[in-house]
């Protein structure tokens, strides 16, 4: 009911103003209590602290150790390949370590192969190729994940079995991690 206060010329009709002038008000102190907890909701979203924040001193420090881990040493060191083992050490108890990464993520083959020169034994005779050790690493392309297979052929000399020649393993920016410096970056600037 809309009437002017001023024009109310009996009490039944004042009272019945009245009435509707305070439901008026009741429904906007409600309506001004539920937009006031919007507002403080949003404001915290917003502005409030974040559980996870890395400030600027901390991404510093992340970028300066994977320098330091990534500039050449004078002498190699040595760190875990990632190896998995072969069947021929199977127990039928329950696995340790290292679930293997699934075998539906995409892969991509990288092989690291000894130079010729150190394919010729000592006694003149060119080794064979015996074995592969294969690591896997996990690596992060844009919008997608990949698995980078590491294969280091295994040689030895099939005559004079002097020794099994390998390539070395490449260098990591975190030891015994399956991930690469690619996936790595991408966790450090996601933060």
């Known amino acids: 009911m809309a009437i002017a206060p001023d024009t109310v010329a009996d009490l039944t009709t004042a ?8 439901a008026a008000l009741g429904r906007a102190e409600q309506e001004n209590t539920l937009l006031r907890q919007k507002l403080d ?38 760190m875990d390949t990632g ?11 329950k696995p340790t370590g290292r679930r293997p990464l699934p075998l539906s993520l995409p892969r991509q083959r990288v092989e690291i ?3 010729e020169a150190d394919k010729r034994c000592a ?5 064979t190729r015996i074995g592969e050790a294969v690591s896997e690493k996990l690596d992060y392309v844009p919008a997608s994940v990949r698995v980078i297979e590491t294969v ?25 991690s399956l991930a690469t410096e690619g996936l790595l970056a991408y966790v450090v600037v996601s933060k």
């Open 15 to 22: 009272r019945a103003v009245i009435a509707d002038l305070q």
């Open 123 to 127: 006694c003149g005779t060119t080794k």
């Open 152 to 176: 280091r052929p295994k040689y030895a000399c099939p005559r004079c079995h002097d020794g099994v020649t390998q390539a070395p393993a490449p260098p990591q920016a975190v030891e015994r």
């Open 41 to 78: 909701i949003l404001c915290h979203k917003l502005f409030g602290k974040k559980s996870e924040g890395v400030s600027d001193a901390q991404l510093r420090l992340a970028f300066a150790q994977l320098a330091e881990e990534l500039k050449p040493r004078d002498e190699p060191t040595e």
């Open 83 to 93: 190896e998995r083992p072969g069947p021929q050490h199977r127990r039928p108890s």
């Open 113 to 115: 192969d000894v130079p």
